[in-house]
């Protein structure tokens, strides 16, 4: 077997393609539709995970995770369909992590008691900022209130509680965010995701920049200076990063996330999922079609939801751990980049970048330096063979 999960484990990555609004940043696979049916859905999840199960074969399931879109609008029982029947093909570990990303609306927060007896362990809010004027800015339908009172309710559901702030906004200055993210470390329960606000092409936001009518982004240096705060004040609250936007109490991290950046072997399923799979020895890379009617007419026929199934040589697996294992603090075990293939570091530039103070090597590990991690792009530019 090449490589296989090395220890790293096994997840499910369940996609849930509906959002009640498209938000103008966002450049994931979310779609605003007028009906949903929960039923075919329920059924079409079901039925892939067997699927899935019988080409893995015997697994122990560590973790699952359902991501959107707003996995929050599942009804309650095709999430516990999922839980029971991925449970019932794979033995799941004895303290299996299941996170459900929620939006903050009351809507929502009503649903997450359910969502406890249907086995959830883990909510993720998607509650992006603590200002009533920057939440109409980005698109978000709730408000703070709603957002302080929808984390009651889930503190009180659920021991893991993860919530997401975007931060370097428009007209946003570093004061501004250092009181906004104190207010946030106070609420924390025992993680956070603090993502750096990125424009991308084929949003909404892409297209008024390209336009020049999204105005008072912070600039380069303005967005070093928040993300310079933001690593200080977390260490005081000590909730430290443990990869680039993510930052937890200690034994807190998320595990399934983990899996992506160990290059753990997971299923996805849902539209626009992918999969890291060893089958028969080999490591395959998975992904499934875009718009939720192909999926779920592809899976209702009798067919797959997968769109490809394709090997992943070792150059490949190399590259795929070197770049996702370097985003944690803890960084890539060089021996199993070896062992997977992944071909040799360039080494004048590895030079450079310890000489820099940017990476260090120790006990046969190679990670990025707290002042390397904002740069962590140029570095491995520098040293990706």
Not at 311 to 335: F, H, K, N, S
Not at 342 to 354: F, I, K, Q, S, T
Not at 358 to 372: D, I, Y
Request: glycine residues 10%; contains cysteine; aromatic residues 8%.
């Amino acid at each position: 077997m090449r490589d296989a999960d090395q220890g790293a484990g096994f997840g499910l990555y369940v996609h849930w393609p509906f959002c009640q609004a498209k938000c103008p940043y966002c450049d994931f696979n979310s779609h605003v539709v007028s009906a949903i049916d929960q039923a075919r859905w329920k059924a079409a999840y079901v039925s892939e995970i067997r699927r899935i199960a019988g080409l893995t074969g015997p697994r122990v399931l560590d973790t699952i995770f359902f991501g959107g879109g707003t996995p929050s609008l599942m009804d309650p029982d095709v999430v516990a369909a999922v839980i029971d029947t991925a449970r019932e093909v794979w033995a799941p570990s004895n303290d299996m992590e299941i996170t459900l990303e929620a939006n903050p609306t009351s809507v929502e927060a009503a649903r997450f008691a359910a969502y406890r007896d249907a086995g959830v362990n883990r909510v993720s809010m998607g509650i992006q900022s603590l200002n009533d004027a920057d939440l109409k800015a980005l698109g978000r339908l709730h408000s703070v209130a709603e957002a302080r009172k929808a984390f009651g309710i889930a503190r009180d559901c659920f021991d893991r509680v993860s919530f997401d702030l975007i931060y370097a906004r428009q007209n946003q200055t570093l004061d501004g965010w250092k009181l906004e993210l104190t207010e946030a470390l106070d609420m924390a329960a025992d993680h956070l995701s603090l993502y750096q606000l990125t424009i991308e092409d084929g949003t909404a936001f892409g297209d008024r920049f390209r336009r020049g009518l999204l105005r008072g982004l912070p600039d380069d240096d303005a967005g070093a200076d928040m993300y310079e705060a933001t690593q200080e004040l977390c260490n005081a609250a000590g909730m430290p990063a443990y990869e680039v936007s993510n930052h937890a109490r200690k034994s807190s991290e998320s595990r399934h996330n983990m899996l992506y950046w160990q290059a753990g072997d997971y299923a996805g399923i849902g539209p626009g999922a992918h999969g890291r799979l060893t089958l028969n020895g080999l490591r395959h890379a998975t992904d499934t079609p875009l718009q939720p009617t192909d999926w779920l007419r592809a899976v209702e026929t009798g067919g797959t939801g997968d769109l490809t199934v394709q090997p992943v040589d070792g150059a490949e697996q190399g590259l795929e751990y070197l770049l996702m294992g370097l985003r944690i603090t803890g960084g890539i075990d060089l021996g199993r980049y070896r062992s997977m293939g992944g071909a040799p570091l360039d080494r004048a530039g590895l030079e450079r970048m310890v000489d820099a103070g940017l990476v260090e090597q120790e006990a046969g590990r190679l990670r990025v330096t707290p002042r390397g991690r904002p740069l962590l792009n140029a570095v491995l530019r520098e040293i990706a063979p």
